[in-house]
C-alpha cells in the first residue's frame, strides 16, 4: 500500500510541472550530481535515456576544475554527473549503457574490496537498517571487533565469489572514458576512525587505485556521508582534488570541491521516483517530511 500511494504522489508531481521547473530554471546553470550503487542494467538504462533527453553529461574533471578556476561558463545547462559508489560488480553490466550514451561517470570504488574476494561489511548486516544505526554510533575499532564477532566478518577475509568489479574491469571502465575515485581502502565511517586509520584509508586507497589503473587517482567519496572537519582537512592533506558528500544540493562556482552535494537515486526507482530524485524534489519533501 505504501509502495502504491508513494508511486501514486511520483505520478502526480512528475506531471505537475515542479521537477520541469526546477530543472529548467532554478538548476539550469547548477552542476547536479547524482549517486548509484549497485543498479541493474535496464533499469539504470531506462534512467539514463530520461537523463539523455534532459540533461548534458559532465565529468567529474569538468566540474572540480570549473570550481577551481571559478567559472561555469564552459560548462553546458543542466549539467549532470553520475557517480557509481563502492564498486560492485554488476557496475560492469552498467558500462555498455555509459559507453552508448558517452557518460564519463565517476565510479568511487572501495579500494580494498575492489579487485579481490572479500566483502563489504555493510552488506552482512541482516538487519541493515538498525544494526547500521548502531554500528555508525560507535568507535570504528569497537564496529570492527562487533563485526567480527556477530558476524564472522572482517576486511581481508576472503569468500567463495566476488562482489566487487574485478582489476580487469576497472581498468576497462578507467580506459573507456570513466573515472575512478577513492571510497577508502574498507569504507570505514571515518568520523568514527583514529587519526590515524582516517590517513591510511585514504592513502592506501589511493596508492592501490592508482597500481590497478595506472593513472591518478584525486577525487574522493565519503563513506556513508560520515565526516567532520579533521576527515575533510586529512582528504586534502592527502592530495585529493575533490571529496563528494552526502548532503543534498546543486553545484555552482562557489561550492567547495571537497563539500561536493549530491542527489541519491534509489537502485531500483521507477522512472518517476528517478525524475523526482534527479531534480533534487524528493530530497526537499523528504526534508520538509522529517522536519515534522
Ligand atoms: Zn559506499
Given at each position: 500500500?505504501?509502495?502504491?500511494?508513494?508511486?501514486?504522489?511520483?505520478?502526480?508531481?512528475?506531471?505537475?510541472?515542479?521537477?520541469?521547473?526546477?530543472?529548467?530554471?532554478?538548476?539550469?546553470?547548477?552542476?547536479?550530481?547524482?549517486?548509484?550503487?549497485?543498479?541493474?542494467?535496464?533499469?539504470f538504462e531506462e534512467h539514463v535515456r530520461f537523463y539523455d533527453k534532459n540533461y548534458n553529461f559532465v565529468s567529474?574533471?569538468?566540474?572540480v576544475k570549473s570550481i577551481e578556476k571559478g567559472i561555469f561558463s564552459?560548462?553546458?545547462?543542466?549539467?549532470?554527473?553520475?557517480?557509481?559508489?563502492?564498486?560492485?560488480?554488476?557496475?560492469?553490466?552498467?558500462?555498455?549503457?555509459?559507453?552508448?550514451?558517452?557518460?564519463?561517470?565517476?565510479?568511487?570504488?572501495?579500494?580494498?574490496?575492489?579487485?579481490?574476494?572479500?566483502?563489504?561489511?555493510?552488506?552482512?548486516?541482516?538487519?541493515?537498517?538498525?544494526?547500521?544505526?548502531?554500528?555508525?554510533?560507535?568507535?570504528?575499532?569497537?564496529?570492527?571487533?562487533?563485526?567480527?564477532?556477530?558476524?564472522?566478518?572482517?576486511?581481508?577475509?576472503?569468500?567463495?565469489?566476488?562482489?566487487?568489479?574485478?582489476?580487469?574491469?576497472?581498468?576497462?571502465?578507467?580506459?573507456?572514458?570513466?573515472?575512478?575515485?577513492?571510497?577508502?581502502?574498507?569504507?570505514?565511517?571515518?568520523?568514527?576512525?583514529?587519526?590515524?586509520?582516517?590517513?591510511?584509508?585514504?592513502?592506501?586507497?589511493?596508492?592501490?587505485?592508482?597500481?590497478?589503473?595506472?593513472?591518478?587517482?584525486?577525487?574522493?567519496?565519503?563513506?556513508?556521508?560520515?565526516?567532520?572537519?579533521?576527515?575533510?582537512?586529512?582528504?586534502?592533506?592527502?592530495?585529493?582534488?575533490?571529496?563528494?558528500?552526502?548532503?543534498?544540493?546543486?553545484?555552482?562556482?562557489?561550492?567547495?570541491?571537497?563539500?561536493?552535494?549530491?542527489?541519491?537515486?534509489?537502485?531500483?526507482?521507477?522512472?518517476?521516483?528517478?525524475?523526482?530524485?534527479?531534480?533534487?524534489?524528493?530530497?526537499?519533501?523528504?526534508?520538509?517530511?522529517?522536519?515534522?
Amino acid at each position: 500500500m505504501k509502495k502504491f500511494i508513494e508511486h501514486l504522489v511520483c505520478c502526480f508531481l512528475t506531471w505537475s510541472g515542479l521537477p520541469w521547473l526546477i530543472r529548467e530554471v532554478y538548476a539550469r546553470r547548477k552542476v547536479t550530481i547524482i549517486n548509484y550503487h549497485n543498479p541493474e542494467p535496464d533499469v539504470f538504462e531506462e534512467h539514463v535515456r530520461f537523463y539523455d533527453k534532459n540533461y548534458n553529461f559532465v565529468s567529474i574533471d569538468q566540474v572540480v576544475k570549473s570550481i577551481e578556476k571559478g567559472i561555469f561558463s564552459h560548462l553546458p545547462n543542466k549539467s549532470l554527473l553520475i557517480t557509481i559508489d563502492d564498486g560492485y560488480s554488476g557496475n560492469a553490466q552498467l558500462f555498455s549503457t555509459l559507453r552508448k550514451y558517452r557518460i564519463p561517470a565517476v565510479i568511487y570504488a572501495v579500494a580494498g574490496v575492489v579487485g579481490t574476494r572479500r566483502h563489504f561489511w555493510f552488506d552482512q548486516l541482516p538487519h541493515r537498517g538498525q544494526s547500521m544505526r548502531v554500528l555508525k554510533r560507535i568507535p570504528d575499532s569497537d564496529r570492527r571487533m562487533r563485526i567480527r564477532i556477530d558476524y564472522d566478518h572482517w576486511d581481508e577475509k576472503e569468500y567463495d565469489n566476488p562482489v566487487a568489479l574485478s582489476n580487469e574491469e576497472i581498468c576497462a571502465f578507467a580506459d573507456s572514458g570513466g573515472s575512478v575515485g577513492s571510497h577508502t581502502l574498507f569504507h570505514p565511517l571515518l568520523d568514527r576512525c583514529d587519526e590515524e586509520v582516517v590517513l591510511n584509508e585514504c592513502i592506501m586507497s589511493r596508492e592501490r587505485l592508482e597500481k590497478i589503473i595506472g593513472k591518478p587517482v584525486v577525487h574522493f567519496a565519503l563513506p556513508n556521508g560520515n565526516m567532520n572537519q579533521s576527515v575533510l582537512n586529512w582528504v586534502q592533506r592527502t592530495g585529493y582534488r575533490s571529496c563528494r558528500t552526502t548532503f543534498p544540493g546543486w553545484v555552482n562556482c562557489k561550492t567547495s570541491p571537497f563539500l561536493l552535494p549530491n542527489f541519491g537515486i534509489a537502485d531500483n526507482a521507477n522512472i518517476h521516483k528517478a525524475a523526482l530524485q534527479v531534480c533534487g524534489l524528493w530530497s526537499i519533501l523528504k526534508r520538509l517530511i522529517d522536519s515534522d
